[in-house]
């Protein structure tokens, strides 16, 4: 099956650092790829939206100069936490999605998240 | 997309069927029924996904009502391995979209 792989697995650091978190489509390529974020014991919420070769599409109340997105290719997505705080620890989880040539109905298939610890 | 609705928590014996139930009443004609599964910790599994008809695979069988505004996954002999956070997604079919909204699921507790 279509494999997602997401780098780091985990990451602490001090306040202020940026953190990039990679996300790459092993077998397949992929024009868009997802970003979500997870607080303890609440769901996934969709920060934005990651299209190859243009500029992520940001979901309302995300700040797009806080978390930068890169799609540079169609099978690597990134995104860089900017100086970041306390607030901004959370688990970050990436997907991708096999598109094109009939696969429109195709599921997202997840990264095994990123849990990003701010001290 | 269309919104979902799930209950909040179900029990199942380990060994029985697992029935979990997803309402989805404003579905429109193009927008497929996706079925997550989250583990403690870990990223969202895909298990099984369906337009109209019934489906199945190895992991799980997907009943999609006639109106398609109901749906039920059904994992037929539940594991221990099985307890899960479960999403129910409805998500538009387009190659250059196809967000999902995340609701907050169903808790699955498979008990021995």
């Known amino acids: 099956g279509a494999v997602v792989s997401q780098h780091p697995s985990w990451v602490i650091c001090k306040s202020g650092t940026s953190v990039k978190i990679e996300c790459r489509s092993l077998d397949f390529q992929a024009t868009t790829m997802f970003w979500y974020r997870q607080f303890p014991k609440q769901s996934l919420m969709l920060m934005a939206t990651?299209?190859?070769?243009?500029?992520?599409?940001?979901e309302q109340g995300v700040e797009k100069d806080k978390f930068l997105i890169n799609h540079a290719s169609l099978t690597l997505s990134t995104l860089t936490v900017t100086s970041a705080h306390p607030e901004d620890s959370s688990f970050y989880i990436c997907?991708?999605?096999?598109?094109?040539?009939?696969?429109?109905?195709?599921?997202?298939?997840f990264g095994d998240g990123t849990r990003l610890s701010i001290l | 997309d269309a919104k979902t609705t799930q209950p909040t928590s179900m029990d199942c014996a380990e060994g029985r069927a697992a029935n979990l139930p997803c309402n989805h009443s404003?579905?429109?004609?193009?927008?497929?029924v996706y079925w997550y599964r989250q583990i403690h910790s870990q990223g969202p599994q895909y298990i099984i996904h369906?337009?109209?008809n019934n489906e199945t695979n190895e992991m799980a069988s997907l009943i999609i009502t006639e109106d398609r505004k109901s749906s039920t996954l059904i994992l037929p002999h539940a594991t221990l391995r099985d307890t899960a956070v479960y999403y129910c997604?409805?998500?538009?079919?387009?190659?250059?979209?196809?967000?999902?909204?995340f609701g907050d699921g169903t808790t699955l507790t498979v008990k021995p």
């Open positions: 404003t579905i429109s004609g193009n927008e497929y």
């Open positions: 997907s991708a999605k096999r598109q094109g040539g009939g696969y429109s109905n195709q599921p997202q298939h």
């Open positions: 990651s299209n190859e070769g243009s500029k992520a599409t940001y």
């Open positions: 369906g337009l109209k």
């Open positions: 997604i409805v998500s538009r079919r387009d190659t250059n979209a196809g967000k999902s909204t």
